[in-house]
């Protein structure tokens, strides 16, 4: 059974840092690309940043040089640091692991609160 298993969200004023993680089992994380989405209230689930196996990044430009996407292929984990927060990344956080070579096997978390007060 595949699990993907986030923490790290919570409550932070504007400026503050979060680090999330995501770990995973029952699959093998290196066939799959590893990546970070966030819903807020009333909008579509965004890509924020994902990450290959071979530890090639792609970021949203809303989070750019703010965020930062890694893994550790060892530990099956990846991470998200979130730096400078601000109020419009208040959002739930949701992990996605998506095979590398078939996008249609993909697998979610349940999803991490993130907060960011003003």
């Known amino acids: 059974q595949v699990q993907l298993v986030e923490s790290g969200g919570g409550l932070v004023q504007a400026g503050g840092s979060l680090r999330l993680s995501c770990a995973a089992s029952g699959i093998s994380t290196s066939n799959f690309r590893m990546g970070w989405y966030r819903q807020a209230p009333g909008k579509q689930r965004e890509l924020v940043a994902d990450i290959t196996s071979d530890h090639v990044t792609n970021y949203a430009d809303s989070v750019k040089g703010r965020f930062t996407v890694s893994r550790d292929n060892a530990k099956k984990t990846v991470y998200l640091q979130m730096n400078s927060l601000k109020p419009e990344d208040t959002a739930v956080y949701y992990c996605?692991?998506?095979?590398?070579?078939?996008?249609?096997?993909?697998?979610w978390g349940q999803g991490t609160q993130v907060t960011v007060s003003s």
């Open positions: 996605n692991a998506k095979n590398r070579w078939v996008a249609t096997i993909a697998y």
